[in-house]
């Protein structure tokens, strides 16, 4: 009969064995957030048109109750000269038939009163009709800029859907690995590498030594603390920005060791050289 296999308390773990898997765990945590970072810039992009297509809209509805206006402040100064000319009409046949001059002067200062009225009407239009032909060309600017809006709009959408589509499957699978890998991590380590996770740019709670720095804020690592972080008997922050530093092994990174001068070779070699003189 098969024997059920115990899973292991996350205490129980090595030092190595929690650094292995925290690491194991910031690398599917960055690949979450190079997703999160494809798709967080287009909805900001998306949310930006949206807002400048309200914006143009509500500008357009203003050209047009601007150009309604006008158009109607036009159209009664056009009958209110016609009014005029009717009245002025009148008041001069009526100049025929008056019986003294006080009426004469009295009906000619109304002919003059509504002369006056139709050059204010005559000056108002063609203050509405200069307004009313710059509302109609910012109206149609605003139109053809909605239009080339609504357009980058359906674009960036389109782009936004396919991604989230594309990346929808890979970032559950992620999550779900994530989750299940935080059961294994000693939740105290969890909790202090998610609140360095959260205090950092790059989201990075666990770096390794790169060129005897620092993979995170890249300051200097005295060689002592590389030793310490190389035997792996107990988890090392960084003394400059706090991320817990691991060697690059254990991250699954080889370094490359640097090549030794020629200079130091050359001496190497004459010394050789010397040597098999002085055997001779």
């Known amino acids: 009969m098969a024997t059920k296999e115990t899973k292991k308390d996350p205490s129980e773990y090595t030092v190595e064995e929690k650094l292995k898997a925290l690491y194991q765990l910031q690398t599917m945590l960055s690949e979450i957030d190079k997703i999160k970072t494809l798709r967080g810039e287009l909805p900001l992009e998306v949310k930006d048109l949206e807002d400048e297509i309200a914006g143009l809209t509500t500008r357009i509805e203003n050209n047009r109750n601007d150009i309604a206006q006008l158009t109607k402040g036009i159209s009664e100064h056009k009958n209110n000269i016609q009014t005029c000319r009717a009245q002025i009409e009148k008041y001069t046949e009526s100049q025929n038939n ?66 989230i589509e594309e990346t929808r499957q890979e970032e559950e699978k992620l999550r779900e690995k994530s989750k299940a890998l935080e059961l294994t991590i000693d939740p105290r380590l969890l909790l202090s590498f998610k609140r360095i996770r959260k205090n950092v740019r790059n989201g990075l709670g666990i770096v390794y030594v790169q060129r005897d720095a620092c993979g995170g804020c890249f300051n200097k690592i005295p060689a002592q603390r590389q030793l310490d972080i190389r035997m792996r008997k107990k988890i090392i922050v960084c003394e400059y920005c706090g991320r817990i530093i691991i060697d690059p092994e254990l991250a699954g990174i080889q370094e490359v060791k640097a090549a030794e001068p020629a200079t130091k070779k050359r001496v190497s070699r004459k010394k050789a050289a010397e040597s098999s003189e002085a055997a001779e």
């Open 98 to 163: 008056v019986s003294n001059n006080r009426e004469y002067d009295s009906l000619n200062k109304e002919i003059e009163y509504q002369n006056l009225e139709i050059e204010l009407s005559e000056k108002k239009i063609r203050e509405f009709s200069q307004e009313l032909s710059n509302k109609n060309d910012e109206l149609a600017r605003n139109t053809a800029l909605i239009e080339d809006k609504q357009q980058d709009l359906e674009l960036k959408k389109a782009e936004l859907d396919e991604i």
